[in-house]
């Protein structure tokens, strides 16, 4: 029990320390195993993976298992033997790969005793030996067949001197050729226009060409004979350690590399892309004592490359941000790509479409179907327009569509496909018959309202006069106080009654306009005679107005401004309070004259100046009668000369300043 107790306990131990060296057993390319005194193998390193067999089924079978047959009852009778001899063993044996092919690997086993002295564990390692066994069963025909001519060339020498001469200026000649060789090889190297250097196993330049000096801006006496052209090529330490590391590993490993790509600065400073093919260089014992570098400069094709592709990442996302539903075809009438919106209006992923044709697809087959087939248009070019009715696979509804569709060219001008544009016009061709309704009964108001104006301006108008008339004719003879007070009320209220009437019809004058003609108008001069106008309903009430204005301010207007300085300075006066004054003026804003009107009154709540410039819309002024028409011709008349109008608090006292803004001549 107590020994059991304690082979577990060792078995655990040797299994952390085994963890821990994990890392480095597992980075070389020798197999490392460990089997119990029975032979089950209890760990084998990764490596023989290389082989087909995988590590981790391998764990608790015999380890003779994967041993060549004609191999295991060598090795078996080895390990007894040297178990009992408490002996190291050296042993060539052979596993076959899963291609069937024989590998040699070189065996060296050790052998673990527990505190009983007995064998518990055998540790060993495996190298391949394949290529060295190789090597030499080559080297031995080649000694052979090198014996037998050695054999023949001996008789052959001691039958005739004259072939020995001959020999002799035969390797002379061939010498000749293979300098000949070798330099012509040396001219082909240095001249060459791609990259081409040699390595050592220490990683220092043995061979740097012309086209390397001239992609590096490094000259050969500069680089060979040394390892510091990496710290100039690769300035930055992590990353020249991470191409450093991959250089290493061919030339250790002998691996063999194709389009290897790093970024190298050259002695300007200038940054270059350098795709690298690297091959293991052996000497004549097959040794493997370095690397051959090709690299070729692909700035110039790297920086295209990154181009089209932010060109077509750009592009993707431009269509993808359009609403529309976007498609493009080749010549085949195959789908090349489209937008978001075309993948939810026909209910298919782009992965889906891209690579089919329209009726290998779910879509809407009306979308095909137009007055000229794509097919007629690559034949014909330019562009075709046409409109559906089609259901959207996003809602299941009939929309209205206009489908646009056009060829689009190469550089050269050939077609090579057909792209597509759906825009939903549902609520266009909605629109287009509500307005068509609306205009028809606008146009029958416009009629009505045309009649009543005139009935307003002629017949209503003329009624209100005679009213007038009379009035005055009965004031001017009636002696009874009461009678004259009412005879004043309703002179009052038909005054009042024909300013309505005015304004409605003036209103509706300017709501008929659309266009109106400009010419240059000096403000000044024309708010001079709208004050002088109202000079007197001031000073009925006590209220100066100031007009701190001199010069002369030319706009670009019409002359229905005068309406607008009329209607501003009639009701500041109209709400202004008795004894305080009105001020008008005129302030340059780059290329517009500000007039602006200001009056002392009670001023206006915010949530009431957006609507004093709606028709018929008043504040409450404290018993001041109005149409509520004014500002609503101030506001038309501003429109149409596409200025501003602003309504805003009398900063200085109680009040409002309200601003008109015209074009400067």
């Known amino acids: 029990m107590t020994s059991h107790i304690e082979s577990v306990t060792m078995h655990d131990a040797l299994n952390a320390e085994e963890n821990k060296c994990d890392f480095p057993i597992e980075i070389i390319s020798d197999i490392s195993y460990i089997l119990d005194s029975e032979g089950v193998i209890d760990y084998i390193s990764p490596q023989i ?34 178990m009992t ?24 086993a050790e052998f673990q005793r527990g505190r009983n002295g007995k064998p518990f564990r055998i540790i060993g390692i495996m190298k391949d030996v394949t290529d060295h066994i190789a090597m030499q069963k080559e080297l ?48 082909v190297i240095e001249n060459a226009d791609i990259w081409l250097d040699v390595l050592n196993r220490d990683v220092e330049v043995v061979i740097w ?9 490094y000259k050969r006496d500069e680089v060979v004979g040394s390892t510091k052209i990496w710290d100039q090529l690769y300035p930055d330490k992590e990353y020249r350690n991470e191409v450093f590391s991959t250089i290493s590993r061919i030339i250790e490993e002998g691996l063999e590399i194709s389009n290897l790509e790093t970024t190298i600065t050259r002695k300007n400073g200038e940054k270059r892309v350098v795709s690298w093919n690297y091959k293991k260089l052996l000497n004549s014992k097959g040794e493997n004592i370095g690397t051959i570098g090709i690299g070729n400069d692909i700035t110039i094709r790297k920086e295209a490359e990154e181009m089209r592709i932010k060109n077509f990442h750009f592009m993707q996302e431009l269509i993808d941000a359009i609403p529309a539903p976007i498609c493009y075809k080749d010549k085949e009438g195959i789908y090349l790509g489209c937008n978001k919106a075309f993948e939810n209006f026909s209910g298919i992923e782009k992965e889906q ?44 509804k009939k929309h209205n569509v206009m489908v646009n569709k056009s060829v689009f060219t190469d550089i050269k001008g050939d077609v090579l496909g057909v792209i597509g544009v759906i825009i939903d016009i549902t609520d266009r061709v909605r629109s287009e018959m509500i307005l068509k309704e609306y205009a ?12 009543f104006t005139d009935i307003m301006r002629h017949d209503l108008l003329n009624h209100a006069n005679v009213v007038n008339g009379f009035a005055y004719m009965l004031l001017q003879i009636e002696k009874d106080e009461n009678k004259i007070k009412n005879l004043e009320n309703i002179e009052d209220s038909n005054r009042k009654l024909m300013e309505l009437i005015e304004s409605a019809a003036s209103f509706a004058k300017f709501e008929t306009i659309d266009e109106i003609n400009f010419e240059p108008i000096e403000l000044a001069g024309m708010l001079k005679g709208a004050i002088k106008h109202f000079q007197y309903h001031a000073n009925q009430k006590n209220i100066v107005i100031d007009f701190p204005v001199h010069g002369e301010y030319n706009a ?13 300075i009639s009701n500041a006066i109209k709400y202004g309070p008795d004894n305080s004054k009105v001020i008008v003026d005129i302030i340059n804003e780059d290329r517009n004259w500000k007039v602006t009107v200001t009056d002392f009154g009670d001023g206006i709540p915010d949530d009431e100046k957006s609507l004093i410039f709606d028709r018929f819309k008043r504040v409450d002024k404290k018993g001041v009668k109005g149409t509520g028409l004014g500002l ?34």
């Open 49 to 82: 993976s290389k082989y087909g067999l995988d590590p981790e089924r391998m764990y608790g079978t015999p380890f003779l298992n994967y041993i060549n047959s004609s191999d295991r009852e060598t090795l078996a009778s080895g390990f007894q033997k040297r």
């Open 85 to 108: 001899e408490n002996t190291s063993i050296d042993t060539l044996l052979r596993v076959f790969d899963q291609d069937g092919k024989e590998h040699w690997l070189k065996n060296h």
């Open 140 to 187: 031995q025909i080649y000694r052979d067949r090198f014996d037998d001519k050695l054999k023949d060339q001996n008789a052959d020498l001691i039958r005739s001197n004259e072939n020995l001469k001959q020999e002799i200026d035969d390797l002379k000649e061939g010498e000749e050729r293979i300098v000949s060789l070798s330099q012509f090889q040396q001219t």
């Open 209 to 217: 060409n012309n086209a390397a000096e001239t992609i590096s801006g």
């Open 353 to 396: 479409i891209i690579g089919k044709i329209t009726s290998e697809l779910q879509i809407d087959i009306q979308i095909a179907e137009s007055d000229c087939t794509d097919m007629e248009l690559i034949e014909t070019g330019g562009s075709r327009t046409y409109e559906k009715e089609v259901i959207y696979a996003s809602d299941k």
């Open 440 to 451: 028809e009964q606008l146009e029958r108001s416009n009629e009505l309202k045309d009649i």
């Open 556 to 568: 670009l207007a019409n002359p229905m401004i005068e309406e607008v300085f009329a209607n501003l």
């Open 632 to 665: 609503a011709i101030v506001k038309r008349i501003v429109d149409l000369h596409e200025g501003d109008l602003s309504v805003e608090d009398n900063i200085v006292a109680n009040g409002t300043v309200f601003g008109v803004t015209f074009r400067k001549a």
